[in-house]
């Protein structure tokens, strides 16, 4: 029973749902010309329902045939029985209004439709006031008829020198003209009458009232003028003509013509062709043809240098437009050889020295490095063509060969140059013999140097050993000598030593003698001479008595 009830109420909830699920069509396009009419516009569309349209605004029906209604079929639209379309309304062209007329935008057709606007232009000769642009609306054109106004210009600038031929309003109406005199002496450039413009100026600029001209001189044979001051016032009055004569022509006379009121005043100038002295003479060189008296104008001279000099500048001069020849004429210095690179063992010496050694002249001396002589081409010298002669070739060379111990170069080694390989033989010195007669006697030159290391000759003498034997004797006598000058050292110094203690014991004597004759009277004086005093009074009476 009681799944019965469950079911039974399922049952109810599902027709509910299906009763509730309608089929439904979504709000229908309508496009850009057409809307929905006011009635038909709802928030949901039932199966069955319909939808009526109307135009835009702006728009209106393009025809009045045509069903305006679709209907929601399920939910969908059947859109295939809508016929109805729209056009844009027309506001109609606008009529020209005073003194101007209308452009419109777009342009064609298209420019008088809902949407489009009518910009308003003035008649050539004014200006608009107001009302520049009207729109085409839905109720047709906005807006109000433009205001188009005669324009006016302000009096035209005055000129210098020159003036109106009336005199000048305070305003001027479109077209109105004014034309321009000059003053007297003064020449008019330019358009003489000027116009009220569509800008509200006077058009075209003001012409120019200038000094009379004299016109451009023509050129004359050989030359030009140049005019001061420059560009167009240069042919004016009080203007300057100043004749220039051509590249190579030099003024004779009737150098400067004044433009004056009548006109130039003067005569043409007149023009010569250059004409040049000789070229200067260089040094060490000379023309490559004889010089003549004179020369024309751009006639050329080329030098040439001597034997062993080159030329240094332009070797071809001409005759310039200043009467001389340019440029400057060239040098000929002398020729340099260079210098030449050292050679094997050696290098060269140059004289004169400095830079003039290496130049035309010069010599080149060959000088071989020390151990090493000269063995042909000495001296070679700069010449035109360069250095004449060929490398010097140095050969390895040992100086004498040094002897000492007693020895002495055999005579078929004594040379006075010694080359690499060259062997040298000693002997032992005159009262000398080897010591061992069967070492190495020689040494070899290696390169420039004798290697002595080969030697092992020692040379020894008898006479060594008879003079070693009477200088042992020599000392042995010395040396007895010595101890007897010693022995009589010893004697005199005991002597010496005597002599000192009998002095003592006459110093005291001396002493006690002072003392007593301190304490006794004078005939009571003790004799305290001295043994030195008593042999002084001998000394001196042996003296008296000549004994």
Not at 516 to 524: D, I, M, N, P, R
């Amino acid at each position: 029973m009681m799944s019965n009830c469950c079911s039974q109420i399922i049952f109810l909830m599902c027709l509910l749902n299906v009763v509730k699920i309608r089929a439904q069509c979504e709000v229908p396009r309508a496009g850009d010309q057409r809307i929905l009419t006011p009635e038909s516009i709802k928030l949901t569309y039932s199966d069955g329902d319909t939808a009526t349209f109307q135009c835009s605004v702006g728009y209106k029906p393009a025809s009045l045939r045509g069903s305006r209604t679709i209907t929601c079929s399920g939910n969908k639209w059947d859109y295939s029985k809508l016929k109805f379309q729209c056009t844009k309304k027309s506001c109609r062209p606008l009529p020209d209004f005073a003194n101007g007329r209308y452009t419109y935008s777009p342009e064609g057709a298209e420019g008088v439709l809902f949407g489009a606007t009518a910009t308003a232009q003035c008649k050539e000769g004014f200006r608009l006031l107001r009302y520049t642009a009207r729109r085409c609306l839905d109720a047709g054109w906005d807006g109000r008829e433009p205001v188009c106004e005669v324009i006016k210009c302000p009096p035209p600038p005055e000129i210098l020198n020159g003036q109106s031929e009336e005199t000048l309003l305070d305003e001027y109406d479109y077209e109105q003209a004014v034309t321009y005199v000059c003053n007297a002496g003064y020449t008019l450039f330019g358009d003489s009458t000027v116009s009220c413009s569509k800008n509200g100026i006077f058009e075209p600029s003001p012409p120019e009232c200038i000094i009379k001209s004299c016109g451009a001189l023509p050129d004359f044979a050989n030359g030009r003028y140049t005019y001061s001051p420059e560009g167009a016032k240069g042919v004016l009055f009080g203007a300057t003509a100043t004749a220039q004569c051509d590249e190579g022509f030099r003024l004779l006379q009737y150098p400067v013509r004044h433009c004056l009121d009548a006109g130039w005043d003067g005569r043409e100038p007149v023009c010569e062709v250059i004409k040049c002295p000789p070229p200067p003479e260089i040094p060490n060189g000379q023309p490559e043809e004889p010089r003549l008296y004179e020369y024309d104008y751009e006639q050329k001279v080329t030098y040439v240098c001597n034997a062993g000099y080159t030329l240094f500048g332009d070797s071809t001069v001409s005759c310039s437009n200043s009467g001389t020849f340019e440029p400057s004429p060239p040098e000929c210095i002398k020729k340099s050889c260079g210098a030449l690179p050292d050679f094997a063992n050696g290098r060269y010496t140059y004289s004169p020295e400095g830079a003039e050694g290496v130049l035309f002249g010069a010599t080149a001396t060959a000088q071989c490095d020390e151990g090493f002589r000269l063995l042909q081409f000495t001296a070679r010298h700069c010449l035109d063509a360069g250095w004449d002669g060929r490398e010097p070739v140095c050969e390895a060379q040992c100086e004498k060969p040094s002897a000492g111990h007693n020895r002495v170069l055999t005579p078929e080694s004594n040379k006075s140059t010694y080359s690499d390989g060259d062997i040298a033989t000693f002997q032992c010195s005159p009262g000398y013999e080897p010591a061992d007669p069967e070492v190495s006697t020689t040494i070899t030159c290696s390169g420039n140097k004798w290697d002595y290391s080969s030697l092992k000759l020692q040379c020894t003498c008898e006479k060594l050993k008879v003079t070693l034997s009477l200088t042992a004797q020599m000392l042995e006598i010395e040396r007895e000598k010595l101890e007897l000058y010693r022995e009589r050292l010893a004697v005199e110094k005991e002597r010496l030593q005597l002599d000192r203690d009998r002095l003592e014991v006459e110093k005291s004597s001396l002493a006690l003698c002072k003392k007593a004759e301190q304490k006794t009277e004078s005939h009571l004086k003790p004799n305290c001479t001295t043994a030195g005093d008593r042999e002084g009074e001998a000394g001196v009476v042996q003296e008296e008595t000549g004994s």
